[in-house]
């Protein structure tokens, strides 16, 4: 996960959240020497950004496609179509490392 450039604390509101002692432990442990508040804030971070992009994918967010079978009715994150059971799709990566399913055809021009 890449890390960011953190705002001075004087830039930050205190907030409160209650986690398991385990999850903070599990935190802990992943987020090493730059600290577990580090590690949550650039997963929600992550997280926040993802949602935003969710739906404004273009053949440009596009990184690279691989041949795939859809197990269970998807829909295309171009064109909106309907990919069914069985059918052969392409599984697509973006450029903020999201995978999607992609009809064959919607890549053509």
Known sequence: MPTRTQPSTTEMQV????????LIE???????SSGYQSLMRDVLWDYVNADSNSG???KENIRTVMAAEARQ????ALTG??????????LAM????????????SLED
């Open 15 to 22: 907030t409160s959240i209650r986690l398991e002692r385990s």
């Open 26 to 32: 599990k935190l802990k442990e992943r987020a090493g």
């Open 56 to 58: 404004q994918i273009t």
């Open 73 to 76: 009715q998807e829909q295309c």
């Open 81 to 90: 179509q309907l990919i069914e059971p069985y059918e052969e799709m392409w």
């Open 94 to 105: 973006t450029d903020n490392n999201q995978l999607v399913p992609l009809s064959i055809n």
